[in-house]
């Protein structure tokens, strides 16, 4: 019977902490010191404890864990949450936007803030400006050979089936775009666990020379970079905020001066703008770690009317020393976190007679398109044991746009919201598109995959435009 009580749930499991976990529903799994109860973690909860125990008390680094008062000292010296040194590609801020007056950057309004009335006027601006564009994108759901046997193994269950069709079709769309190759980095920004890089790695294997930057700003679980550790295929981690990362100083681009492929799945927002904004606003910009060439005189018999020293290898003219970029191609999501700061289609939104009010306005109306039209969360819960629907439409993005009360009298139907919402898509993915077209690339939204898939379904890619 004891050992039944003993599961976790009903009771403690053997050698394991006494502290129940009332956000989990279960016991705590630590492993205790002999003749203990309670994990150092859950020391205090201890009530039958000595006086002259030890207290513990929150890490003034990171208060969701604790530690020893007596050991506060050492503790903080190897202490996970510690600033550590930061990476010769690390450049505070060097993908941010510039910062507007401050007038304009008023705090936000909600909308459930806002009048009938206000929405009203914002609603048909943005319908004025949407006038001209396409509001279908063309569709082209792909596959790929790499993941044909992952997609038929039955042990694959509905969630993890969603994501390899999201991520087949994104390499059928690389390949469609001449992306996949050899000799070449590609760059996956909110990398996560990898699985976007993994899957293009399989995809060219046999290829000489690929390399795989995976950024990702937190320690992520379950990484399968381990699995490439025997490939031919190089994979390092960036540790770094996008909106810090230099690629020009990235010691494996300065060495191997290969074409950039830049790759995202489901790149939240403004992370998109960052992105973007890290391949093309900052790889032209010259390697400043290296040594700068010899200057020339006109006297100089090698000297050419050029300016470049043919005597000199190719390497040390500016042109060598930037970084091409070959392609993008972003699965985007939660527009709804998009931010005008780093916008990149801030000129578009000028030209259209908009600013940092209506793209505020613009941006939270946006999360109507995926789930302004459900429930509020009260009423969306999925009773213990349901069958995951709701799940599975919340896999990749939060949910915490700013919506409406799912009734609220005098306001948008819900058809209309999810109209209004696809609009605003629209229109701050256009922006995008026009600030690639003036960095010189043809550019294209497409549905890479269906709604039944993911509800966001759209491809933001680029390749340098032909001459």
């Known amino acids: 019977m004891a050992e039944t009580m003993a599961d976790g749930v009903n009771g403690p499991l053997l050698g394991r902490c006494g502290y129940f976990v009332e956000r989990k529903k ?42 020893f008062e007596n050991k506060l000292e050492k503790h903080l010296k190897k202490c996970n949450s510690r600033e550590k040194p930061k990476p010769v590609y690390y450049v505070k801020d060097v993908n941010a936007g510039l910062e507007e007056d401050p007038d304009t950057s008023k705090e936000q309004i909600t909308l459930s803030s806002r009048s009938k009335e206000e929405l009203g006027v914002f609603i048909k601006k943005l319908k004025h400006a949407a006038a001209g564009l396409n509001h279908k994108h063309e569709e082209q759901i792909l ?32 390949e469609a775009l001449g992306l996949l190759g050899p000799d070449r980095c590609f760059v996956e920004f909110g990398a996560g666990r990898g699985k976007l890089s993994h899957w293009v790695d399989i995809a060219l294997q046999g290829s000489r020379n690929t390399h795989f930057l995976l950024v990702e700003r937190a320690t992520t679980r379950f990484k399968v970079d381990g699995k490439h550790k025997s490939s031919e ?29 830049g790759i995202g799945k ?9 992105a973007l904004r890290c391949l ?11 040594e700068p060439p010899r200057k020339r005189l006109k006297t100089d018999p090698a000297h050419t009317e050029t300016g470049v020293d043919e005597g000199q290898p190719a390497s040390e003219t500016v042109a060598e020393k930037r970084l091409k970029v070959a392609g993008i191609s972003i699965a985007l999501c939660c527009h709804h976190r998009c931010d005008w700061k780093h916008y990149v289609g801030r000129e578009f939104f000028r030209s259209l007679g908009l600013g940092p009010q209506e793209f505020g306005v613009f941006q939270r109306m946006s999360s109507w398109a995926t789930c302004g039209m459900r429930k509020p969360a009260s009423d969306a819960a999925l009773p213990e044991g349901g069958n995951g629907k709701q799940e599975e439409d919340f896999e990749e993005h939060d949910q915490d746009g700013d919506t409406l009360a799912y009734n609220l009298e005098g306001m948008p139907a819900v058809e209309e919201r999810e109209t209004v919402g696809r609009l605003c ?3 701050i993915d256009q922006g995008r598109i026009y600030y690639l077209q003036q960095k010189g ?19 933001l890619t680029a390749v340098p435009a032909k001459d």
């Open 143 to 174: 596959s790929h050979f790499a993941l044909q046997e992952a997609l038929n193994d039955p042990n694959n269950g509905d969630f993890a089936f969603k994501h390899l069709k999201q991520q087949a079709s994104l390499l059928g769309n690389m």
């Open 26 to 67: 279960r016991y705590c799994k630590m492993v205790v010191a002999e003749g203990k109860t309670f994990c150092g973690e859950h020391a205090n909860a201890n009530k039958n404890a000595k006086e002259d125990d030890v207290k513990r008390i929150p890490c003034p680094l990171d208060p969701k864990h604790t530690v």
């Open 233 to 261: 295929s190089v994979f390092e981690r960036l540790h770094v905020d996008i909106q810090h990362l230099c690629l020009s100083k990235v010691p494996l681009l300065i060495k191997e001066k290969m074409p950039v492929v």
């Open 280 to 290: 093309l606003d900052r790889s032209s910009e010259e390697v400043t770690d290296r």
């Open 425 to 427: 898509k629209l229109l």
């Open 266 to 274: 489901h790149l939240c927002g403004a992370a998109t703008d960052l």
């Open 441 to 459: 690339y043809a550019a294209t939204l497409r549905y890479y995959t269906s709604p039944s898939i993911s509800l966001e379904n759209v491809l």
